[in-house]
């Protein structure tokens, strides 16, 4: 080649270098703009994950020395410390255990040694279930900022840091923060597969194949319905940005599934070591999610797939859930359809199968969060631009204004739930009464809606019962009758599940308590409200309710609610989560009853 053809002439040289100086001093000129740019969204993220973080751990010791949440007392901690007195396998696989094992490692870690962490468990639980809410609190916030690197990746920064906005104040994940489940600290292999999702779309490099397969794995092996992301990582897969061939896009996804699942086996090493108990456990699940005969009493009828679109509308809020609708709308409108394909299908068919189950509660559907909060960014980001283009609005104002109506009702939900929790809860109160009105050694019937561990002393055996507890305990999970409320032969006993206790009631046991001395009855609304959601379905429990209000004097009683306030009716999520506004404190309706006849007297 010769080399004139390489090489400019001296003048064309010349202006050539001109001209790249007048383009570098231009540039060097426009580059603060993008530099300011980028600093403030940093400060912006670092503040918002700052107060994502506090608005996670106010509140975090609530209830504590007692866990109320059935599954945090019973799923995810024991579980932890329990790994300290045998083998890493968990031999429970109806929740996969990557949470418990973090937890294992942190309280070690925390606690400094084995011993100690067993001997806090039992002496000071207090200090054991809130570092594992602390651990789930980060981890909540460590998904907030996932999600804002996966909105960016996927759109722009803008895109990111709103949507790392909504999930940071959502009502259902800060809730759940204070909680030792893994509900919420599934969000962050979930953002972190979106993440990998978007540099696939954008790059289709090998390692962003790497990364997304890493969060699909860790998902699944936290929690089962997380492998919902897998639908996101085939999509992205379809739409690489690289492009390629198809045996490239084939062996890309083989990479990526194959990180998916060295991880999923790394974090659940027993699903392969212990199959057969996983398949028995991931199936047991299944089939308590799909239901059960008779159904739980207190769910709620009718369609589930309609019940999580209601929860979208305050466990995300009104301005996201139809954000993400317009966003999702507006991606295939623009055929952007490989963006609308990685953020679109996935949670329609979530909510589809989800809603096709028995049993439907709020928390199931936190594994979508990132998704939608993503989508719901993108479609407040494009309002903001609408209302900008034309200077219908300035853009200040106009994101000032999508901003608030994207926040505000879940920034006031969050501030009041958070006052809530920070009160004490009506369980403790009335066991605080009943230590001081209640005599040691006294047999008292409680519904079970504690554990059983509110029957004892933290850390002490007392001398007044053969087990060391305060109070000795009616067996509630026992019925000496039948299903079809016939006596059974004296000596014998039916087993009653938690969730069927208020179908084993008939006033015919009030007798049996006051010839048994148990004449000391509490009662709280989280059992007696779900008879009384359904009475037709729970008529015996409905007339002994009614039955013990004649037979008894009330002594003690205390509620949520504020003063005048109208009680929530039962649900499984607001009875629990204290959503509404009528709540003050913690904790269902508590009443101390003293049942009369009998042994107990007049």
């Known amino acids: 080649m010769a080399a004139a053809t390489v090489t400019p002439p001296p003048a064309a040289a010349a202006r050539d270098g001109a001209e790249t100086g007048r383009r570098r001093r231009r540039t060097r000129r426009r580059d603060p703009a993008p530099t300011r740019v980028s600093g403030l969204t940093g400060a912006a993220l670092a503040l918002l994950l700052a107060v994502s973080l506090l608005v996670r751990v106010w509140g975090i010791k609530q209830g504590l020395p007692y866990s109320y949440n059935i599954d945090e007392a019973t799923h995810f901690v024991p579980r932890a410390i329990g790994f300290f007195s045998h083998d890493l396998n968990p031999h429970y696989f109806l929740n996969p255990p990557a949470y418990s094992y973090l937890l294992h490692g942190v309280f070690e870690l925390w606690f400094g040694s084995a011993d100690a962490a067993v001997r806090a468990f039992v002496g000071d639980p207090t200090s054991v279930f809130v570092v594992a809410r602390v651990v789930a609190a980060v981890l909540g916030t460590i998904a907030v900022g996932l999600t804002y690197l996966a909105g960016r990746r996927l759109f722009n920064r803008w895109v990111g840091l709103l949507a ?43 390692r962003d194949y790497v990364v997304a397969g890493v969060g699909v794995g860790l998902g699944a092996a936290t929690k089962y319905t997380a492998g919902i992301t897998l639908v996101c990582l085939v999509a992205a897969c379809v739409c690489d940005g690289a492009g390629g061939s198809p045996g490239v896009a084939v062996r890309n996804l083989l990479i990526a599934g194959g990180a998916a699942l060295a991880v999923f086996v790394a974090a659940n090493p027993y699903a392969v070591l212990d199959f057969s108990a996983f398949r028995s456990g991931v199936a047991q699940q299944a089939s308590l999610a799909a239901g059960q005969d008779p159904v739980k009493l207190g769910s709620n009828p009718g369609s589930g797939t309609a019940y999580y679109l209601w929860v979208f509308t305050w466990g995300l ?46 928390r199931w559907l936190l594994p979508v969060f990132p998704i939608v909060a993503i989508l719901a960014a993108y479609g407040g980001v494009e309002l903001v631009r609408w209302f900008a283009h034309g200077r219908r609005l300035p853009a200040p104002v106009a994101g000032t204004v ?24 009506t369980r403790n109160l009335t066991r605080a009464w009943m230590v001081r009105h209640v005599p040691a050694g006294a047999r008292v019937l409680i519904e079970p809606l504690v554990p059983d561990e509110w029957a004892s002393d933290v850390g002490r055996s007392l001398p007044w019962t053969p087990t060391g507890e305060r109070w000795t305990r009616w067996q509630t999970w026992l019925s000496p009758f039948a299903t079809d409320g016939s006596p059974l032969p004296d000596g014998e006993h039916r087993y009653v599940f938690v969730d069927q206790y208020e179908r084993a009631l008939q006033p015919a046991l009030l007798d049996r308590y006051a010839a048994a001395g148990y004449c000391w009855i509490v009662l709280g609304s989280l059992q007696a409200g779900r008879a009384f959601a359904d009475p037709r379905a729970a008529p015996a429990a409905v ?44 904790g269902p309706e508590m009443s101390v009853y003293r049942l009369t006849g009998g042994q107990c007297g007049a």
């Open 543 to 586: 007339a002994y309710y009614s039955a013990l209000a004649q037979r008894s004097r009330l002594l003690y009683h205390t509620s949520p609610f504020a003063s005048g306030a109208h009680p929530v009716p039962f649900s499984f999520d607001w009875s629990i989560d204290y959503y509404p506004r009528q709540y003050r404190r913690p």
């Open 164 to 206: 790392a906005a909504i999930l940071a104040f959502a009502f259902l994940p800060v809730f759940y923060s204070h909680l030792a489940l893994n509900d919420v600290p599934t969000l962050a292999p979930v953002a972190l597969a979106l993440y990998g999702a978007g540099g696939i779309v954008r790059r289709g490099r090998g």
């Open 402 to 425: 999508v901003t608030v109506l994207m926040l505000a009702q879940s920034v006031v939900a969050v501030i009041h739930v958070d006052r809530v929790l920070s009160r004490p809860d």
């Open 317 to 362: 809020g009104w301005g996201p859930s139809l954000a993400a609708i317009g966003g999702g709308l507006l991606l295939v409108a623009r055929r952007r359809l490989g963006l609308a394909l990685v953020l679109v299908p996935a949670p329609i068919a979530f909510i589809v199968f989800m809603g096709d189950q028995q049993r439907f509660f709020g």
